[in-house]
């Protein structure tokens, strides 16, 4: 009569940790896919197709507690001075289009 009882416990511990290994890996893929990231927070996954709209330009270091940087939006750049206490935007302007030779520099890598 043991024998039974012991295996109906050792195939009932195996059968759960079947389960939370199985929900474990759906977690990870709704993860991966985007799923919990947006219903939680509203942002979109992790993905390979995703284009940035946020780009850091250009960083210049002032003084250990300032720096100098140019922050692309959509099509906006921003010129913002970071500081210890405070950030001030400097400038906004229309972004530059992109040079051709930067466009011939990337198509050849």
């Known amino acids: 009569m043991t024998d039974i009882v012991d295996w109906t416990h050792y195939f ?28 939680m927070t509203g ?9 940035r709209r946020l780009n850091l330009k250009e960083t210049l270091v002032i003084d250990p507690r ?20 405070a950030e001030t935007v400097l400038a906004s302007r229309p972004a530059a289009a992109p040079r051709t030779s930067d466009i011939e520099t990337e198509d050849a890598a």
Do not use: C, K, N, P
């Open 12 to 39: 009932f511990a195996v059968s759960v940790l079947a389960v939370l290994v199985g929900a474990l890996g759906l977690f990870g893929y709704a993860v991966r896919r985007g799923w919990i990231l947006q219903g």
């Open 43 to 51: 942002l979109r996954g992790f993905g390979a197709g995703m284009e």
């Open 66 to 85: 300032r720096r100098v940087v140019i922050v692309q939006a959509d099509d906006t750049e921003h010129v913002v001075l970071l500081g210890a206490e």
